[in-house]
């Protein structure tokens, strides 16, 4: 793909920003939008299909497709919510736009704002939520209830306004024709859209962080300077002293919030006492969940192996729930026309993502799960091989094929019990 031609259009847009964007949207894949063409059917014309998405773009003359509604299990709590599916030129049209904010979003971006960032991660978050909790006995954890549905159009633009350049501007009229492109619904119904940003969207990730940069993070570094926070998109966790500061701090970020046009979530957000083994004050909330974790007082041990209570993350009982039932949809124990390699093969990248993500901190709290996950591979082998239905000799085939085979599963490095 050359450059040349650029100067005859009104924007100038880079062929080599539009191919890296298709890079990134073939990277993660996806389903096919409202008109149902996938990856694999943009790709057979795919040079093609590339040029005109530049063509249209650097003539001011690309229009969104509406966006297909799909409705998706949140990752770490029970509920649905609603995922919006561009179609595959579109992804690739928005992700030029995020590949153009990007440097300028993350030289202003603060520190603690964690969600849909490079070198960002929510163990990152996890970890610095950790350590504030240790050293400060409060917390205010927030939730923006209805955020993608509900963040308001002229100030997204507005934030998307202030850090382009006037070579930029065209950034800022793809932003405004995306946020207004209807929605298609799976009962057919196309909806206009006056408020919002459809999560799942390429361009939405940088829209809600630089939304929220100026609603929360910049607000908060100015009222509350002395207050660290943690931030993963709409959902946060603020670090206060004392309670009084907690409940002041609660009235102002609800005042915050309907200045910018969002509310806080009633039920999600919580004023919550750290109580541990040093701080034994009566308090009626002393956990909260965040990013999949629940934050409470759990056994420790300190390095000269005397036990203490200490405020830890692990696994929320919401997210075990989850995945305990995506274990028992595999139905593994009635698999038997599959080999043990087989069953390996599409079970292993989903429990390793498991223990990857929820094994960060206090890992022990997965055993019971994987323990679990044993009781069905032994119940497999018991139905599939005759020889095998004496519990005895299930439990002799199990210890041999754990010794000879240490690395099949992933979660026997930490289990291999049943």
């Not at 929220?212 to 966790?237: K, N, Q």
Request: one cysteine or more; a positive charge.
């Amino acid at each position: 793909m050359d450059e040349s031609g650029l100067k005859q259009k009104p924007y100038v847009i880079s062929k080599w920003t539009v191919w890296e964007a298709y890079q990134q949207v073939r990277r993660n894949k996806g389903a096919a939008g409202v008109d149902g063409q996938s990856i694999e059917d943009f790709e057979k014309d795919l040079e093609n299909n590339l040029y005109k998405v530049w063509n249209r773009m650097s003539s001011g003359a690309y229009f969104p497709p509406p966006v297909r509604a799909v409705e998706i299990p949140k990752p770490h709590s029970p509920g649905k919510r609603i995922l919006g599916v561009p179609c595959v030129a579109d992804r690739v049209a928005q992700t030029v736009v995020a590949l153009t904010l990007q440097p300028r979003t993350e030289s202003i971006f603060h520190e603690d704002s964690y969600g849909y960032r490079p070198r960002r991660s929510q163990a990152m978050a996890l970890g610095k939520c950790r350590e504030r909790c240790w050293r400060m006995g409060w917390v205010l954890e927030f939730d923006i209830s209805q955020f993608f549905e509900s963040v308001d159009h002229d100030l997204v633009a507005r934030a998307v306004e202030a850090n382009t350049t006037e070579e930029q501007k065209w950034v800022v009229l793809y932003v405004r024709r995306w946020l207004k492109a209807p929605t298609v619904w799976p009962d057919g119904r196309t909806v206009e859209r006056g408020r919002g940003t459809p999560q799942g969207s390429a361009v939405s990730p940088v829209l809600a962080n630089l939304f929220l940069h100026y609603a929360f993070d910049v607000w908060m570094e100015r009222e509350f300077p002395h207050l660290p926070f943690e931030r993963f998109a709409d959902d946060g966790v603020v670090h206060c002293m004392t309670e009084k500061q907690a409940r002041y701090l609660r009235v102002k970020l609800a005042e915050r919030m309907e200045q910018v046009g969002l509310r806080l979530h009633p039920d999600k957000t919580r004023i919550v006492y750290c109580k541990d083994g040093n701080r034994r004050e009566q308090y009626g909330i002393t956990s909260f969940t965040f990013l999949g974790y629940t934050f409470r007082a759990r056994g420790a041990r300190r390095k000269d192996g005397l036990k203490f209570a200490s405020f830890l993350p692990a696994v929320s009982r919401e997210a075990l729930k989850k995945m305990g039932e995506e274990v028992r949809r595999w139905r593994i124990h009635l698999r038997t026309t599959e080999d043990i390699a087989t069953l390996a093969a599409w079970m292993n990248p989903v429990i390793r993502g498991w223990m990857n993500y929820y094994g960060a901190f206090y890992r022990s709290e997965l055993y019971r799960l994987l323990e679990r996950i044993n009781t069905y591979l032994v119940r497999w082998a018991r139905r599939k091989f005759k020889r095998l239905r004496s519990f005895k000799k299930a439990k002799r085939w199990w210890k041999g094929l754990t010794r000879r085979q240490p690395h099949l599963f992933p979660h026997w490095a930490w289990t291999t019990n049943f």
